[in-house]
């Protein structure tokens, strides 16, 4: 069996306007990763994933080695720092001098190398699903491949101009024009809706019962199952609103983890918001499951992008050990399943995590909770 | 007089993850291989020397030290500014 034992996570509630950019928005940021940016010394990512790099934790696992792997799942490759200048410098523009430490991969061969992860080192693209999709390779490593311990380090550089510009201008995330509109965050909601870009970032651990002895790191949450799938779609930046890749994914983990749909009853959705998803996310788990509350965290802490899916299932899973499984922010209409308020939580019950990513890549995981 | 293992020392730690373990170093002279430093770390640590020392990326480039003492003897060669004290030499670290 797979374990998620110690993850780290970062994010923030609070807000920052960025006027000065191509299509002005509110955007979750921690302004100190900018700090000393533009002297090209200092890359902001790096300094995101430095908020959850406890080195304590990765001395520890570094000094009981077991068969280890480690994923960068680094989303849409924005942690390669692609193109952040704007057409006129602004306040989130930068360069960066030492070109290799903007390559993924050496990244993730460098801080694998300070976990003692020395048997495989991957990087993931999935894009917004990766954090998620790389729950399906661990299964694999382990089940297949013999490995004990998989260490997963999931962000990107989500508030940066790119993105901001990207998700601007495809209507997506909630800019300063649409908020004019009256237009507030929330998801699967008849009124409010969409979100606000977020810097995030996860580190998580994931162990064999051999691994454990070790570490001596008890179980947060069983894995239990994840599935990744794709859709029949031409629109590589869009969603189909049957809801066929969430449902493939959703309905892959159920059969791979031999899980009777009725049993699930807590679900941590993709829940962007935007009007696409909610129908094709909506569609997709009322056709599977039977009797659940569903959840989204992107309105609190903006969408976190590749960094998302399991940082988002971390935060549920603190909430579900505080007994609760909180509401979705700005509903208009009253919901007993895509929550307008919070529910009590089914302590040591079956979550699902739901992400999508553009390039018509979904990623389900079921995990139980072990916090009881 | 300026410590030079001392400013290699701080300059270090700006460079590397914050994660790093501490730098131990008794002499300029150790080879680089047997310091604990890795690869990314001697680029960023010649980014944050050529800083101090006033020598342009261009040049900088051309900086293929073995041991501590080579940034020195690089910078040295190239150099446009000294610095008097640790502190100035930290300040100007961009």
């Known amino acids: 069996m797979i374990y998620l034992t110690e993850a780290r996570t970062a994010s923030t509630e609070e807000i920052t306007t960025f006027s000065d950019v191509l299509y002005p928005q509110k955007a979750h940021f921690f302004a100190d990763t900018y700090s000393k940016a533009g002297s090209g010394m200092v890359y902001p990512p790096h300094k995101l994933a430095e908020k959850v790099l406890d080195p304590v934790l990765m001395k520890t696992l570094r000094e009981n080695p077991v068969k280890t792997a480690f994923i960068l799942a680094s989303g849409n490759s924005h942690f390669a720092g692609l193109n952040p200048k704007d057409k006129e410098p602004n306040s989130l523009t930068y360069d960066y001098k030492a070109l290799p430490m903007t390559l993924t991969q050496v990244y993730a061969g460098r801080t694998a190398a300070a976990f003692g992860a020395n048997d495989l080192v991957m990087t993931d693209a999935s894009a917004c699903a990766s954090s998620l999709k790389v729950m399906m390779d661990i299964q694999s490593l382990v089940r297949m491949y013999g490995f004990e311990r998989v260490v997963v380090l999931s962000l990107e550089d989500a508030v940066s101009n790119t993105v901001l510009n990207f998700f601007g201008q495809s209507g997506a995330s909630l800019t300063l024009a649409k908020e004019a509109e009256g237009c507030v965050r929330s998801a699967f909601d008849p009124t409010n809706e969409g979100f606000y870009v977020g810097m995030g970032a996860v580190l998580a651990i994931f162990e064999t019962e051999n691994s454990m002895k070790v570490t001596g790191f008890k179980p947060r949450a069983e894995l239990v199952s994840a599935y990744s799938a794709g859709e029949n779609s031409t629109n590589a930046i869009g969603q189909r609103e049957d809801g066929e890749g969430f449902k493939k994914a959703i309905e892959g983990a159920l059969y791979a983890g031999r899980i009777q749909p009725f049993t699930v009853r807590t679900v941590k959705t993709h829940g962007t918001g935007t009007r696409s998803n909610n129908v094709a996310e909506k569609t997709a788990l009322m056709n599977t499951l039977k009797d659940f509350v569903a959840t989204s965290f992107k309105q609190r802490i903006g969408h976190t992008m590749g960094a998302s899916g399991l940082l988002e299932t971390i935060l549920l899973l603190d909430n579900v050990k505080n007994g609760f499984v909180p509401e979705i922010p700005n509903r208009t209409d009253e919901d007993v399943i895509f929550l307008s308020k919070p529910a009590p939580a089914e302590k040591g019950g079956l979550i699902l995590s739901l992400a999508a990513g553009m390039g018509n890549v979904y990623s389900a995981a079921i995990f139980k909770d072990m916090q009881c | ?94």
């Open chain 2, 1 to 94: 007089m300026m410590d030079k293992i001392q400013l290699f020392l701080e300059v270090a730690k700006l460079a590397r993850p914050i994660y790093s373990e501490e730098l131990v170093l008794d002499s300029l002279n150790v080879p680089l291989a047997e310091t604990g430093l890795d690869s990314l770390d001697c680029l960023m640590i010649g980014m944050y020397m050529s800083d101090i020392y006033g020598i342009e990326e261009e040049i900088s480039k051309e900086m293929q030290p073995e041991s501590p003492q080579g940034y020195y003897d690089f910078c040295e060669l190239h150099k446009t500014r000294e610095p008097s004290t640790l502190e100035e030499a930290l300040g100007w670290c961009k």
